[in-house]
């Protein structure tokens, strides 16, 4: 990143500036992508977990196959889902509160009795579903948010201090260097002026 500057007290002043607050902010950057590596370190275990549930409740489902052709599926239903937002190492997520299934009535007497079984086992995988599609839209977002917290990380780090640096290092180098050809010129100009001066005297002492 090519830095914008020129060779003066005011620009070196503004780079200054510039550069303190970047390193001021990039430990708090690097304590935010920490917490949001865990974070999604969490959700990915969370979700797995939650994958591995619902394969476990599919493969129930398929075990009881040959008795589904008799079972009305319209008798389990999504009501609604519930849920909250909540900020997670400084990312809004949405947080699950609560899943409301309708269970519509049928024959008590007239159903086989594994129906009990169905409808449990049909409300244990809408259950399961939907926390599965809440964790996977929190990962997502998480993911996202650590992405773009390294990214900062690495272009305050690795590109905008090191220039930073760079910058006030050529101005000062560059003011060090006038001064320094300042003093000479005024050394110099102060030895020439003696140089005169003494002439003159001898000049003067010579017609006397």
């Known amino acids: 990143m090519a830095i914008k500057f020129q060779y003066n007290k ?6 200054e500036k510039n550069l303190k607050m ?9 304590n935010k992508e920490t917490a949001l590596r865990l974070e999604v370190k969490k959700c990915k275990e969370e979700a797995v977990a939650l994958e591995e549930k619902l394969k476990s409740q599919i493969a129930g489902y398929e075990s009881m196959y040959a008795l589904w052709g008799e079972f009305d599926a319209s008798l389990v239903a999504l009501k609604d889902v519930e849920m909250d937002v909540k900020k997670v190492a400084g990312v809004r997520v949405p947080i699950l509160t609560n899943i409301q299934l309708e ?9 086989p009795k594994w129906y009990f079984d169905g409808i449990n086992l049909l409300q244990g995988l809408a259950k399961t579903a939907v926390e599965h599609e809440f964790v996977n ?15 900062k990380v690495n272009l305050f780090e690795k ?3 090191p220039g930073f640096q760079e910058a006030v290092r050529k101005i000062k180098r560059f003011m ?33």
């Not at 269970?103 to 159903?111: E, R």
């Open 22 to 30: 970047r390193q001021r902010t990039l430990p708090i950057i690097k």
């Open 159 to 161: 590109v905008q201090i």
């Open 103 to 111: 269970v519509k009535p049928f024959g008590l007497f007239s159903s």
């Open 10 to 15: 005011t620009s070196l002043q503004q780079l």
């Open 137 to 151: 839209a929190k990962l997502v977002l998480l993911e996202h948010a650590r992405k773009k917290t390294t990214q």
């Open 176 to 208: 060090e260097d006038e001064e320094n050809l300042s003093k000479s010129s005024q050394k110099i100009l102060k030895s020439l002026q003696e140089k005169r001066a003494a002439k003159e005297a001898e000049g003067k002492e010579a017609a006397v």
